[in-house]
């Protein structure tokens, strides 16, 4: 059973994308929350995600308007173990997940991937060192040349003490996905 060691808190990225059909990655280190010797790990409740175009010659968040007229979608993951692309629901790595679609015509969906990911108590467990976000679009040409496209993560948190059964079975589920 997992024990609260602090109230939840907020960790936050960005994935920057600037290329046309771009997949962008960041992590959140976690090394300095996790620790062995302890059995503290994290608890995720909650991974909210922010969809902003960034116009860099005005050094601004775009307006909607300042878009074309090209339809594109967005989708960003947060996985806890090494990702570099997107992967099916089924990773057993998969933390959280966001997708944003915009139909060219100021209306937007996000009807296929429903978020944010929320935990119940004691909410997503890792024991991993970091967090890795990964983000792709699909034809950012709806963007001007000055502009990217960020998608922020923000995740929800605390620390916890595991139990020793606990501890060894988030291990061993981490090893088996890295084989």
């Known amino acids: 059973m997992a024990t609260r060691k602090t109230s939840p ?13 771009s997949t962008g990655t960041a992590s959140i280190d976690l090394g300095s929350y996790v620790d062995v010797s302890s059995k503290t790990g994290i608890a995720i409740h909650s991974v909210d995600a922010v969809f902003q175009v ?27 173990q090494t990702r570099d692309e997107l992967a099916i629901a089924n990773d057993n790595s998969l ?18 991937d429903v978020y944010p990911d929320s935990y119940p108590t004691p909410g ?7 967090l890795t976000l990964v983000a792709r ?15 922020t ?20 589920q981490g090893q088996a996905l890295n084989s």
């Open 153 to 172: 993560f923000r995740i929800t948190a605390e620390l916890v003490k595991l139990s020793e059964k606990d501890w060894m079975g988030i291990a061993i």
């Open 9 to 21: 808190f907020v960790l936050s990225n960005t994935v920057q994308l600037s290329a046309v059909n």
């Open 137 to 151: 679009a699909a034809s950012p040409a709806a963007f001007n040349a000055n502009q990217n496209l960020y998608v």
């Open 54 to 80: 960034w116009n860099s010659s005005t050094n601004a968040v775009a307006q909607p308007e300042d878009l074309n007229n090209d339809a594109f979608w967005v989708s960003g993951q947060v996985f806890d």
């Open 95 to 112: 933390v959280g997940s966001a997708t944003l679609e915009y139909d060219g015509a100021y209306m937007t969906s996000y009807a296929n």
């Open 124 to 130: 997503r467990l890792s024991i991993s060192p970091q």
